[in-house]
Structures are given as structure tokens and as C-alpha cells.
């Protein structure tokens, strides 16, 4: 993502809390979609959660409930909304979402959300995209690969839309958003030595922005 400086994260970062070298989690466990994406919405690693492998087995939300579980339970009137291109993200983790769709691919994720900021008056959006790690899986995880540099610039651009779409709602003057953009993972071989430097992990090394 530094490398390729798409420009609507290059715009973000200008103006949020940023790093290119974030970690997934700081254990020496072999990282999955599954276990990262479990990390991410419950705040519990794996040593907690328990989910290691990508069918989600010995996940238990009774201990570690998501964030839509949280929300839910503490403020029942939010609209908390999950909308996603990979079913298994929304059927594990999303099923206390008052909205969770699963649609056909990430022009598709971008387009829910874009109709979801315009029609409605969530309190909780999540959009899952998968290009980038399907191309990076397939080709390879790397500023010079054609098809994973082209999903990235392809998911900013849905990003640009999506923040488009939020600042012309009605009442986002008067709103106040946190918008937080973040790689589940990283890419390549996972999983390392107890005692090595953990950020040479590159399937850990993620990016992420608050802004």
C-alpha cells in the first residue's frame, strides 16, 4: 500500500492515525482469513477466541462476542449493519448485525454501503473486500504484481466512493464518524519462530488507518 499510493488512502492518511506496519496479533501462530477477521471484531486473539483454522471450528461468541453482539447489547436501538462478498464472514461474525448482506463482490459491497449511507442512519457500518487477498493469494502479495496492485487500487476507489457518499448524508455536519480502514492480514508464509522479530512476519504485517 505504500508503495502504491492509491489516492484516496494517500488523502486519508493526510489527515488520520495511520501505520504500514500493523500487526494482526503479536503470537507466532500461522495467521488465516478466519482467525484474523475473528481478532479484528471481537479484540480477542486466537489464544482467546480459539479460531485457528478458515472453517471458524471451536469459535465460541459466548466468550468472545463481536463488536455487532457488544453494540447490540448496550445500546438495542442502534442500526448496526455487516454487508460482505464472503458469506462465511457474515455467517460467523455478523449474526447480531441488525443488517448483514452478503452480495456477489466487493463492486457490490461498495454499492450496499453507498445505498445503506444514503438511505438510512446506521450507527455501525462494516464492508468486507476480498479482491486483494484473493489476487495476492494467487499471484502474489506485492507492490509488482499486476493483478494484487490493481485490486488494491480497485478497493481505494470504492473507498473514495463510499466516503463520497457519507459526506453528502443530510446530517453529517452534525454527525461525528470514525471511519477506520484495515487489512485482516498480510500476505505470504505465516507463522514464526518464538524469540524472532514478529514484524518479519509479512502474513501479519497489515495496514491501518483511524481517521
Do not use: C
Not at 499471484?139 to 490493481?150: E, L, M
Not at 514464526?192 to 514484524?199: E, K, L, Q, R
Amino acid at each position: 500500500v505504500k508503495t502504491i499510493a492509491p489516492p484516496n488512502l494517500a488523502q486519508i492518511n493526510a489527515k488520520a492515525t495511520y501505520t504500514f506496519d500493523g500487526l494482526a496479533d503479536n503470537k507466532y501462530n500461522v495467521i488465516t482469513n478466519a482467525s484474523a477477521w475473528t481478532t479484528m471484531l471481537t479484540g480477542y486473539d486466537y489464544t482467546k477466541h480459539k479460531v485457528i483454522s478458515e472453517d471458524f471450528a471451536s469459535l465460541n461468541l459466548q466468550v468472545t462476542p463481536t463488536i455487532f453482539t457488544r453494540i447490540n447489547q448496550g445500546l438495542n436501538t442502534a442500526r448496526t449493519v455487516s454487508i460482505a462478498s464472503t458469506s462465511v464472514f457474515n455467517d460467523k461474525l455478523a449474526a447480531d448485525a441488525t443488517v448483514k448482506q452478503t452480495v456477489a463482490d466487493d463492486a457490490a459491497v461498495k454499492a450496499g454501503v453507498v445505498t445503506e449511507l444514503t438511505n438510512n442512519n446506521p450507527a455501525l457500518v462494516v464492508a468486507q473486500f476480498h479482491i486483494a487477498e484473493t489476487a495476492g493469494a494467487a499471484n502474489g502479495y506485492t507492490a509488482s504484481t499486476p493483478a494484487y496492485a490493481g485490486a488494491i487500487k480497485n478497493i481505494d476507489g470504492y473507498i473514495g466512493e463510499i466516503l463520497t457518499a457519507l459526506k453528502a448524508r443530510k446530517g453529517y455536519s452534525g454527525e461525528n464518524w470514525l471511519v477506520i480502514i484495515a487489512s485482516n492480514k498480510g500476505g505470504g508464509p505465516s507463522g514464526g519462530v518464538v524469540g524472532s522479530n514478529i514484524f518479519n512476519d509479512a502474513s501479519r504485517n497489515a495496514y491501518i488507518a483511524f481517521y
